[in-house]
């Protein structure tokens, strides 16, 4: 008979224990489940694993101590995200254990410690949005899609959240036990099933640690002006460019174009208005600089992943 299928738990400095219970949780009723419906094949099981002094340890009594992991998961931490000497022993590990066959993930800041790995380099990742300006300072060589709630690239998948736990939870369920038991799951668990997105949730966090003091300028400019002013003559001299070289300094700066940004900073204000407010989207739309409520729903539909309306009908408070 097959083995079960085991996923793996790395306690590490500063984790976060009720991410590491509730997955717990999640995959001992999923196994549970598979074993109620006399499902054939191998099963699944997992374990919680550490390093002492150097050494990976089985920390918990459950299945076959001599058994490696099919994926490894690096769960959320608590507190700043894992220092570099910290993460070095866990890294040399995790590389290892990728050679070895063994898939890897992470959730919200577990990508820090993923990252420490080098195995991440050229690739594209998602993590909190929060965190995500950190985590491209200390790792250049990352893309990072903060819209994404999920990314897999197979041997590595990336969640985004601290509760995208819970996503990366049904993926690995659907991946080893069949979307029958995953979709149960989830309906017991009462939690979307895997198909959501990250930026449903998120509101536009701008880059401010560049360094480059011209672009801050304008970008502090543009938050207070709410977007409303954003000729390209009238932003370049505010920040004391050419226009040529003003473009070029807020994409490297920034990351998106001029255009861009300014539509993300006037989505985030509608998203506020469309969730505490009950004006009209319509008039939402006129609010945030839009004479053509047509083109603001687009816009906003591009960005967020949802129309105005679905977006007011899951968060409005």
Not at 151 to 161: E, F, K, P
Not at 170 to 179: N, V
Not at 230 to 250: H, M, N, P, V, Y
Not at 293 to 301: I, L, S, T
């Amino acid at each position: 008979m097959a083995r079960a299928a085991e996923i793996g738990l790395v306690l590490y400095p500063g984790v976060q224990m009720a991410a590491v219970l509730g997955m717990t949780d999640l995959f001992r009723s999923a196994m549970e489940l598979g074993r109620k419906k006399g499902r054939a094949g191998p099963l699944l099981t997992v374990s919680h694993w550490r390093l002492e002094d150097g050494v990976p340890v089985r920390v918990d009594a459950e299945g076959d101590a001599a058994s490696r992991p099919c994926v490894l998961v690096l769960p959320p931490a608590l507190g700043d995200p894992i220092r570099r000497v910290e993460a070095a022993p866990f890294a040399a590990w995790l590389r290892e254990c990728h050679a070895g066959g063994i898939q890897l993930a992470s959730i919200c800041a577990g990508a820090f410690l993923l990252g420490e790995t080098g195995l991440l380099a050229g690739r594209t990742i998602t993590t909190n949005w929060v965190i995500a300006e950190t985590f491209e300072r200390r790792f250049p060589d990352v893309t990072v899609d903060t819209d994404r709630l999920l990314a897999d690239d197979g041997d590595i998948v990336t969640a985004g959240g601290v509760m995208a736990w819970v996503d990366l939870g049904l993926k690995l369920i659907d991946r080893f036990l069949g979307p029958t038991i995953m979709l149960e799951i989830a309906r017991q668990f009462v939690i979307d099933p895997p198909g959501r997105e990250q930026r449903y949730y998120s509101t536009f966090s701008p880059r401010l640690l560049h360094g480059d003091a011209a672009i801050l300028k304008v970008q502090h400019f543009l938050q207070a002006s709410e977007a409303r002013e954003i000729g390209l003559d009238l932003l370049a001299a505010q920040a004391g460019l050419e226009e040529r070289t003003f473009l070029r300094r807020f994409r490297k700066a920034t990351g998106l174009t001029t255009t861009d940004y300014c539509q993300r900073l006037r989505v985030a204000k509608a998203q506020e208005h469309l969730q505490f407010t009950t004006r009209s989207v319509d008039r939402v739309a006129l609010d945030v600089g839009y004479n053509d409520p047509g083109a603001f729903r687009k816009v906003f539909a591009r960005i967020v992943g949802l129309t105005p309306g679905e977006y007011r009908k899951r968060f409005r408070s």
